[in-house]
């Protein structure tokens, strides 16, 4: 699954690039149809650091074949917020840990309330 998940991901990344869009709307479409892949499959599928930071590289290096960031510019500046000079893409990594944490205060939540979420927890 993860495999599967990690190549929809970067198979939806390159037909994004390939339209030609500006950098902005490059980074809002990426970040708004290619990333729910990934979340979608945190918490369920047990994903490793090593997994996460290979495709952060594979996305960056997919950014520069298609020109839309420079080899030498900083790769922090890509996940930087547009507000602070950055690009605005979604970092997966940090993406992960909020998505298992939620989802880790969601059944704790809920395991007083149902017994089926406590048989989980």
Excluded: C
Excluded at 25 to 36: G, L, R, V
Excluded at 52 to 72: D, I, V
Aim: net charge positive; aromatic share 8%.
């Amino acid at each position: 699954m993860k495999q599967k998940s990690g190549e929809e991901y970067l198979n939806r990344t390159k037909s994004i690039l390939k339209t030609k869009l500006n950098g902005k709307n490059i980074i809002k479409a990426i970040n708004a149809y290619t990333t729910p892949v990934l979340t979608f499959s945190f918490g369920i599928v047990k994903w490793m650091p090593t997994d996460l930071e290979n495709l952060q590289t594979k996305t960056r290096m997919l950014l520069t074949r298609y020109r839309y960031h420079h080899t030498r510019a900083a790769k922090e500046r890509i996940t930087l917020p547009w507000q602070m000079g950055g690009r605005g893409l979604t970092d997966v990594t940090r993406l992960h840990g909020k998505q298992v944490g939620l989802l880790q205060t969601y059944f704790l939540n809920k395991q007083i309330i149902s017994p089926l979420h406590a048989a989980v927890v």
